[in-house]
């Protein structure tokens, strides 16, 4: 075995930078404060704490042909879109199936990582370890944090005046389970995030009255698109991704506004956001809009402040009699074992070189996976990242110079401020951003040659959904099995919905689409000459 690396996290990241660490003959150790792998999709009935916590009736909004490592396809009876205790059942099957687990060390938690005084010779890091209550210290030569960013909740009670004087109870989403609680209730749900929809749905159903309080708005999307696909089948594509790049800004964005809106007018609704061109990731609940049309669940403006028993919105309503808050208003970043400097090294923002690199970093030694989010899923992102990572901690890659790399995130900070507005998240165009991380390790699809020697795959791969078996096509760690995968996508994605069989099953008609994009865009060329 080669170097030693120490990696933070049993969840989907680190299970993908174990894996990764193997095919480089990298020697992994990975520490887990649980007692089991799946991180975030790890279901308990309580929170604990420094572990992400998710409540019972959970669903991937990514389906299962999107979000699988790249050469380890869901099972074809899979559902698409799947509760968490069967995307559980795959991750510990994956782990199994790679040998992944002998390198865990679980109920294992890191208490410090710190630069060892040789550092700036050697790049190596002394890890501090506590089980049992005993500590142990070791030194590894690179770091991989796989902890997460859905830990540390954010709870903004100083935003909300006198929420100290209001005698009902509030928490956090972190800290809700189900809807049992809440019979009977008057509940006010703080945030339109997935979180906030999803419990605002499933309370409404029980409790007595359901309020909704969002500053900015958002798009909803359901999971379910054109001509019953999952949605991110249809949508994330390379031509469609390609055609929002090369757009003129302003056909773009009316494009996307014009696409978000097809399922309800979000006006009518209350729901529209305030900036409706930005990216920002959408909202993605089937039911939300028919539980407003029923009347069991209202949306209003920010809170202006709290009394003792009700909450005043910006708009002047009052919300009265209110039994629970709830604070679905995500989660701040936090690597207590670190030196914040290192991950926030320039004006105390995350200051990473593609999501990964710390770019000040006199030895590239540390990488962070599993940080950046975009409409893309977190496991093929997270696996792509390893890789690269790995690659660079066994000298098989090698990164650009600082200054190269202060250039680029500070370009890449600009688009993702026109496309996605101010926040606090490293987000990202997915295809644009994994194509980037393909380049560095030699795999990106090389798509004008695939058309030169395999028209049919061409075809998918360019024109269907850019699926996770794209990055493991070509190049280093390609997997023979991803062509097949590729080109039966669509089987496995109506199998489970073909239950009872009626005709034959139908896929999306890529040319079709094409010659109706490109019909669509002729005329509103044709209009645009016609007036300027």
Known sequence: MGKRVAIVGAG??????????????????????????????????????GRAS??????????????????????????????????QEYIKTFAQKKNLLRYIQFETLVSSIKKCP???????????????????????????ICSGHHVYPNLPTDSFPGLHQFQGHYLHS???????????????VIGLGNSGSDIAVELSRLATQVVISTRSGSWVMSRVWDNGY?????????????????????VSDWLYVKKMNTWFKHENFGLMPLNGSLRKEPVFNDELPSRILC???????????????????EDGTVFEAIDSVIFATGYDYAYPFLDDSII????????????????????????????????????????LQARWAAKVFANSCTLPTTNEMMDDIDEKMGKKLKWFGQSQTLQTDYITYMDELGSFIGAKPNIPW???????????????????????????????????????????TVKPTRMRAVGKAQRPQHFYNLLRILSFSVLLLAVWLTFY
């Open 295 to 313: 009347g069991t669940v209202s949306i209003k403006p920010n809170v202006k402040e709290f009394t003792e028993t009700s909450a005043v919105f």
């Open 230 to 250: 999952p949605w991110d089948m249809v949508y994330v594509t390379r031509f469609a991704s390609f055609l929002r790049n090369a757009l003129p800004s302003f």
């Open 450 to 492: 695939l058309f030169l020697t395999d028209p049919q795959l061409a075809l998918e791969v360019y024109f269907g959904p850019c699926s996770p078996y794209q990055f493991r096509l070509m190049g280093p760690g390609k997997w023979d099995g991803a062509r097949n995968a590729i080109l039966t996508q669509w089987d496995r």
């Open 12 to 49: 989907v990241s680190g299970l993908a930078s174990i894996r990764c660490c193997l095919e480089e003959g990298l020697e992994p150790t990975c520490f887990e404060r649980s007692n089991d792998i799946g991180g975030l999709w790890k279901f308990l009935d309580h929170a604990e704490e």
């Open 344 to 383: 926030k090294s320039r004006n105390n923002e995350v200051t990473l070189f593609k999501g990964i690199f710390p770019p000040l970093m006199e030895k590239p030694t540390l990488a962070v996976i599993g940080l950046v989010q975009s409409l893309g899923a977190a496991i093929p992102t997270a696996d």
């Open 54 to 87: 998710i409540y019972q009736s959970v669903f991937t909004n990514s389906s299962k042909e999107m979000m699988c490592f790249p050469d380890f396809p869901y099972p074809d009876d899979y559902p698409n879109y799947m509760h968490h205790s069967k995307l």
């Open 118 to 144: 040789s550092f700036l010779v050697t790049g190596q890091w002394e890890v501090v370890s506590e089980k049992d209550g005993k500590q142990e210290s070791t030194i590894f030569d690179a770091i991989m």
């Open 174 to 188: 972190r800290d809700y389970k189900g809807p049992d609680a809440f019979k009977g209730k008057r509940v006010l």
